[in-house]
């Protein structure tokens, strides 16, 4: 008898099924198998918050596949990921299958493993376990919260605010807090300070550098040198003063390493670190997760990458500590293990950290088996991992302060590295050690010492504008403030940007004004419900849930009432009152003051109007109040489109040359976007054209690198063999952006999917996909080319090259073979018209020589009779016509033979 298995992928399918042997069948269900439909009425409040599930056919036939394995087995193992959504997928799965009856003397477990190799497997095999209800409660309670205020919000911004996309309960919130600093950033107004630098000599000769900090007996605090007049007053006080050393002060501190990665702060780490984007760090880590092949067997290089959780297993630990021992000695080895304790209020959640599964898989030891960002990527978290278990780095602090006996006092301070400790292997900080302050080493100082004072210096500071939030510090600040969960960040932050709502510039979030707008309604007129506290309050009922604490439906009816009767309200609501809200909140930011002092707000059209925020059909613009006898307008700064770009300097850029050629590879701007270029023209050969890719969605030509472009003008490229096929599958770019290819088979790659660096795990994953809606037959006996199946809008046909044959009626995919595809498409294959040519004539296959000729024949006889004006003409022409016409024109639609034509005819 043959086990059942369920997870989520089908690369991790393969793997795992290799673990268990054959008396275990794993299958994948491709992700969540159904879900609530993007309709009103899926979540009804009414009725207790019933939720209608849909599966679509994806979905349906997965399950379908899953059903028919079942028949015969004992049990059926649910191993989906584990955390939230894992329960949830597994939950789907079991309700599909007993609305299927499929589960009729079929023993249901739930196994989850941490990390994809065999020891992990086969323990989490020996200990199942039930579903975990609540927390599939408290999937339930967020899934139907996202909902009702997405559905519920969304339509009021479209009717109170035309040209919004949408709301949502955690995005909103998130949008808000972009815009608030942008904001602050606005409305701040630097302040000047100065800070006084001296350059003292103790009596050996030996200079170090020193601060001003008391003057005139006084503390100095930040402004207290406010302009130059008391800087300079000061800086002629320490001039004439004679220091000696009024203190000496060493002390020795220690820098303990930082706990292992969570989802929050692998994202946080790997954009500071290496630039990723948090959903380009998570799609490489669910890559790492998943595993590559090393000695013929496929490995998963780090545990679960959703977690919130910073503790380690026992195993994993003694792992680390022996891989440090025989790496570095056991100096760099703490007399007992280190424990960490998690911060998740959610304990359901709090799983192992993120780490190698196996210690001795260095960097160097598996990077050749990975692609750059992948090596980058596991180089983090390994070197992490290890640092969060050696030895603390020790430091020597000194400072010293010195006198001249009349009020004034300066301070220098330095430090050495007594000790590096787990600063040998991970720093958090970016720069180098030797030029870090805390690096600086003073010279032998002793109390009493007469020093001399040699340059100083007065210098001039301003104060600066809080930053604008990276995805890594808007993470942070979300985390901190309890807003969403790590493993819904990712995606929160990719909504804002595909709805215009914000930008990236310089790896730093930049409102658009059309986020401003939506941010300026909601807070006006729902601020309860962008509220951080709010927010972040409903986030722990929904933890308390997963506890076992709360009742799911009793957090809903709550929100609910509330939530509700605040939408009712604004359905009374005025777009003037609308306008007029928003125009008070962003005023400042549409009409910042101006350098003359004249008003802002004049029109500079008419002179007398006063111009201010409007809302059209079509969005928000600004317009003068004398309409329609001025009828001044202004678009916002930015409608929702793509932002200018200012990179290229007379519309190109110099990357580089190319390492083979030497030729120059440029990137540059033309009609129809941006593009890399490698070489220029040739005057003398205008047919020569050189080689030119277009840069992909989600490429940044700021950030653009030469290997980039490189690997742009390389494309296509070979991903990989398919594992079972031997077949060739391939990456490149197309008509409609990057794609995969497995013989006639293509896949477009998702938002965050690389073309230059997506694994073979990925693209089998997307092209098993199309695979739903595409069947390889095999090669036509003609020429060899693939001949395919494929689901239609009007039914499933077969396809070679361009031609196209409806399947009869009732055929599914599955059951069509290439003998009869052949014979299908020599009697009724359709030649494909080409795109763009929407009104043109469908070409029909090739036809004996006759068939056109007798067409020929035809059309001057019904031309003439058409063209007969005489009634008697006319009734006679109608039988004929009745006659010839469905012949005719069944000739016309379909592959005619001889004797069918002279029967038309």
């Keep these: 008898m043959t086990d059942i298995v369920i997870v989520e992928s089908p690369s991790k399918a393969k793997t795992i099924n290799k673990y268990l042997g054959d008396s275990y069948k794993v299958l994948a269900s491709f992700g969540h198998v159904r879900d609530l439909p993007a309709k009103d009425g899926s979540v009804r409040p009414d009725e207790d918050f019933a939720m209608l599930w849909e599966a679509d056919e994806r979905g349906q036939k997965h399950m379908g596949e899953i059903a028919r394995a079942l028949k015969g087995a004992g049990t059926l193992y649910l191993a989906t990921d584990p955390d939230r959504e894992g329960e949830a997928i597994s939950w789907h799965v079991r309700a599909m299958l007993e609305d299927k009856n499929a589960l009729k003397g079929v023993n249901v477990l ?173 799609r490489l880590a669910q890559q790492l997760y998943e595993g590559v092949e090393i000695g013929g067997e496929t490995v998963g290089l780090i545990t679960y990458m959703r977690t919130d959780g910073v503790t380690l297993a026992k195993e994993a630990v003694a792992a680390l500590r022996a891989q440090i021992k025989g790496d570095f000695g056991p100096d760099y080895l703490p007399a007992a293990p280190r424990e960490y304790v998690s911060k998740a209020k959610n304990a359901q959640e709090a799983h192992e950290a993120i780490r190698p599964t196996d210690a001795s898989l260095k960097p160097e030891r598996v990077a050749r088996m990975l692609s750059s960002e992948q090596a980058r990527l596991y180089e983090l978290i390994y070197k992490r991992a290890m640092a969060c278990q050696m030895q603390a780095a020790e430091l020597d602090q000194t400072s010293v302060d010195m006198t001249d006996g009349k009020g004034q006092t300066l301070r220098a301070t330095g430090s050495v590295l007594a000790f590096d400790g787990f600063l040998r292997l991970y720093r958090e900080d970016l720069d180098d050690p030797a030029e870090d302050d805390d690096a600086r080493i003073l010279p032998p100082i002793g109390k009493d010492d007469p020093l001399k004072t040699a340059k100083v210096e007065a210098n001039q500071h301003f104060t600066q504008p809080p930053p604008r939030f990276s995805e890594a510090s808007l993470v942070k600040k979300m985390e901190e403030l309890g807003i969403g969960r790590p493993s819904t960040y990712a995606s929160i932050l990719g909504v804002l940007r595909d ?28 601020s ?82 006063r111009i201010g925020l409007k809302l059209g059909r079509f969005g928000s613009f600004i317009g003068c109040s004398n309409y329609p006898t001025c009828q001044y307008t202004r678009k916002l700064a930015v409608d929702g489109g793509e932002t200018p770009d200012d990179t290229l300097k007379d519309g190109m850029r110099l990357l580089g040359q ?211 004006k005489v009634p008697t003409a006319k009734a006679a022409a109608k039988p004929a016509a009745k006659a010839a016409a469905k012949p005719v024109a069944k000739a016309a639609a379909k592959p005619a033979t001889k004797a069918k034509v002279k029967a038309a005819l």
């Design 110 to 282: 739930r196994v989850t493993f941490n990390e994809i190799t065999k020891s992990a497997v086969t323990a989490a095999m020996a200990a199942p376990r039930a579903l975990d209800q609540p927390l599939i409660e408290a999937y339930l309670a967020r899934r139907a919260l996202d909902y009702l205020v997405g559905f519920t919000l969304s339509p009021v911004l479209w009717r109170k605010l035309p040209g919004s996309r949408s709301a949502g309960r955690v995005q909103s919130v998130a949008l808000r807090l972009i815009c608030e600093r942008e904001a602050e950033i606005e409305v701040f107004r630097p302040r000047e300070y100065w800070t006084i630098e001296a350059g003292m000599v103790t009596p050996s000769g030996a200079p170090f550098p020193a601060r001003l900090t008391h003057y005139q007996g006084k503390k100095l605090d930040q402004f207290d040198l406010g302009d130059e007049a008391k800087a300079l007053a000061a800086k002629q006080a320490v001039e004439a003063g004679n220091f000696t050393v009024a203190a000496v002060e060493k002390k020795r501190t220690r820098r303990n390493p930082p706990p292992p990665f969570i989802t929050s702060t692998l994202q946080q780490e790997a954009s500071r670190k290496l630039g990723f984007s948090s959903q380009q760090t998570m």
């Design 499 to 526: 709805r215009n709502y914000v930008r990236l510039e310089a790896r730093r979030f930049i409102p658009e004004d059309r986020g401003r707008l939506v941010t300026a309604f909601l807070t006006s007129f729902f």
């Design 528 to 609: 309860r419900y962008v509220d951080t506290g709010f927010t972040a309050n409903l986030e722990e009922q929904l933890d308390e849930i997963a506890e076992g604490n709360a009742q799911w439906r009793d957090v809903l009816r709550a929100f609910w009432s509330d939530f509700s009767e605040a939408v009712a309200q604004t359905k009374e609501l005025k777009i003037s009152d609308v306008i007029d809200a928003l125009d008070a909140d962003l005023g400042p930011h549409f009409f910042p003051a101006r350098e003359d002092g004249s008003d802002p707000r004049s029109c500079p059209a008419c002179g007398t109007g």
């Design 658 to 868: 190319h390492p083979e050629t030497g030729e120059d590879i440029t990137l540059k701007r033309g009609p129809y976007g941006l593009y890399v270029q490698q070489g220029e023209p040739d005057p003398a050969d205008k047919k020569a054209k050189p080689k030119r890719a277009s840069l992909t969605r989600g490429m940044s030509p700021e950030t653009l690198t030469l290997e980039d472009a490189l690997g742009l003008l390389s494309l296509p490229r070979l991903v990989g063999l398919h594992p079972e096929t031997g077949q060739k599958i391939e990456a490149a770019v197309g008509r409609f952006g990057p794609y995969v290819k497995m013989g006639a088979i293509y896949a477009s790659l998702d938002r965050d999917d690389d073309v230059l660096h997506i694994g073979l795990n990925r693209a089998m994953d997307l092209i098993g996909k199309k695979q739903d809606s595409i069947r390889s037959l095999g090669e036509h006996p003609k020429d060899k080319e693939p001949v395919v199946a494929r689901k239609g809008r009007f039914g499933p046909y077969a396809q070679w090259g361009n031609m196209v044959a409806n399947l009869p009626k009732g055929t599914e995919l599955t059951d069509v073979t290439l003998d009869e595809a052949v014979a299908l498409l020599a009697e009724k294959g359709k030649v494909l018209a080409p795109r763009g040519r929407k009104g043109a004539a469908k070409k029909t296959a090739k036809k004996p020589a006759t068939a056109p000729t007798a067409k020929a024949k035809a059309r001057p006889a019904v031309k003439k009779a058409a063209a007969a």
